[in-house]
């Protein structure tokens, strides 16, 4: 959720003609506590949280019903091979 709550538009840019001009984000992995064993598993669903932060509308903002998508999401990860480890809590994939 510490990732989902990063907002681009409440950033340091005060000026509404400037928070116009954000065109995307990126998701950056610090390599202190990754190697090549877990890089997969903790980027993507790290990823997947800025993505949906970034790419839903502004008025976006219940995290309950983003940790499900994400969750949902992370499932369809591990069933197309890409081994995300759960995004929120030890959780299941139906």
């Known amino acids: 959720m510490r990732f989902y709550d990063c907002d681009p ?18 998701a950056c992995m610090w390599s202190e506590v990754v190697n ?3 890089v997969i598993s903790r980027v993507w669903p790290r990823a997947s949280a800025a993505a ?9 903002t219940d995290k309950t019903e983003a940790a499900r998508r ?3 999401h992370t499932c369809r990860m591990n069933r197309r ?14």
């Open 9 to 26: 538009y409440n950033a340091l840019i005060t000026n509404e003609n400037q928070k116009k001009l954000i065109l995307g984000g990126e």
């Open 36 to 38: 090549e064993y877990n």
């Open 52 to 60: 949906e932060k970034l790419w839903s509308d502004h008025s976006v």
């Open 70 to 72: 994400l969750e949902e």
């Open 81 to 94: 091979g890409i081994g995300a480890q759960p995004p929120n809590r030890a959780g299941y994939c139906q």
